[in-house]
DNA sequence: ACCCAGTTGTTGACATGTCACTGAAACCGC
DNA sequence: GCGGTTTCAGTGACATGTCAACAACTGGGT
C-alpha cells in the first residue's frame, strides 16, 4: 500500500460523476417530495417500505435492517412519525421485547398520494434520461458493489468487515 | 399525469441497487476515513477542493457552490475545522464582505495523509470491481443526469428548476 | 455623492442523525 | 428452573444540516 495507484482520468470522472450526482438528484428528489407531499425522504422510505408489506406492519428491527438504518434513528424517527400520526406503535405479541410498527390510515394515504409524483420524478430526473442498456448497467453494477459490501468477509484480501448499522443480514 | 408510469422490473432493480448502494458505500467509506484519518466525509471534501486550488485557498462562496453546499453550511463547518486547525479564515482583499477560506500546514498534512487510503477505498469498493465499460458508462450516465439538473431551464417540459443550494452555476 | 437592491458570510433556532448506555425480555447451557 | 449472555427498543447528550433573519458591504443608476 505504499504506492497509491490514483483513478485515471475516466474513473475520475465516472467517481466525480456519481457523486455530484448523488448530491443533485437527492436534492431535488427531496425538494419534489416534500413540496409535493409534504414528505422528507426518510419519511417516504418508511411508509414505503411498510406499505410494501403483507400486513402493514413489521417489527421495528425488521424494518430497520430493510432500510440499513440504526434501531436508534428509526426509534427516533418513528417517534415523529407517530405524532403526525403517520404510524403506530404496537407491542409485539411474540416477544415481549419487540414492538411492531403499523402503517395507520393517515399514514397509507400519504404514502398513495405522495407515490406517483415521486416515481415520476424519479423517472423524470434519472432513469428516463437512460438508455435501456444504461439502466440494465446500472442495476448489475450497484448489485455486485452491495453484494460486495455485504459479503460476511471481504472477497478478496480485504480486511473483513460488516457496514451496515446493526445486524443486518446479507439482504439485497 | 393521471396514470402513473410506474417502475418496470429491470428500472426498479436499477433504482433499488442504486439507493442501497449509495448507503452502504457511504457508510463503509466514512467508517474507514474516521478510523484511518479521523475526518468525516465532509471533512474530506473541504479538504480535498482546497488542496486542488493553486493557492491553497478559496472564497467561501466559491467554495460552497463547488461542493454544492450551502453557505451556511459550509459557514458552520468551516468553524468547526477551524477550531480543530484544519483551515483558517481570511479577510479578503478585494471584497469587504468576503473571507478566504485557507488550509493550514496541518490541514494539508490531513488530506495528504488521508487521500492514498481513502482513493483506496474507492478503488476497493467501487472502481476496481466495475469492467472498463461500466466506468465509462457510468461516467456518461451520471455526467448526463447532472447536466439535466442543473440545466437552467428544464430541457423537456420539465417545471423550470434550480437544485443548487445558492446560486451555483451549471459547474459540472 | 448618494441611494438602494442585491450579495456575502454569520448566527440562532430548530430538525435530524449518531453514539453510548439502559432496562426488559429472550435465549441457552446446565 | 437458574445465571450469564445476547438482543430489543428507547433515551439523552451531542454532532451535523437546514432555514430564516441579519449586518456589512458592493455596485449600478441617477
Known amino acids: 500500500m505504499e504506492a497509491p495507484r490514483w483513478l485515471d482520468e475516466r474513473e475520475?470522472?465516472?467517481?466525480?460523476g456519481y457523486r455530484r450526482m448523488r448530491r443533485l438528484l437527492d436534492l431535488e428528489l427531496a425538494r419534489e417530495l416534500a413540496q409535493?407531499?409534504?414528505l422528507s425522504e426518510p419519511d417516504y422510505d418508511v411508509l414505503s417500505d411498510l406499505s410494501e408489506t403483507p400486513d402493514q406492519r413489521l417489527r421495528l428491527s425488521e424494518l430497520a435492517d430493510r432500510m440499513l438504518w440504526s434501531r436508534s434513528r428509526l426509534s427516533h424517527h418513528l417517534t415523529r412519525m407517530q405524532q403526525r400520526g403517520l404510524v403506530t406503535r404496537e407491542e409485539c405479541a411474540s416477544d415481549g421485547r419487540g414492538s411492531?410498527?403499523?402503517l395507520t390510515p393517515a399514514g397509507r394515504q400519504a404514502i398513495e398520494a405522495a407515490a406517483p409524483g415521486h416515481v415520476a420524478a424519479v423517472?423524470?430526473?434519472?432513469i428516463d434520461?437512460?438508455?435501456?442498456?444504461e439502466v440494465e448497467a446500472l442495476g448489475a453494477l450497484t448489485h455486485r458493489v452491495v453484494?460486495?459490501?455485504t459479503a460476511p468477509i471481504g472477497p478478496a484480501g480485504d480486511p473483513p468487515r460488516r457496514v451496515a448499522p446493526t445486524s443486518a443480514g446479507p439482504e439485497v
Chains 1, 2 share one sequence.
Open 100 to 102: 411492531v410498527v403499523a
Open 123 to 126: 423517472r423524470r430526473h434519472l
Open 12 to 16: 475520475e470522472r465516472a467517481w466525480r
Open 129 to 133: 434520461l437512460l438508455t435501456p442498456e
Open 147 to 149: 453484494d460486495h459490501l
Open 36 to 38: 409535493d407531499a409534504g
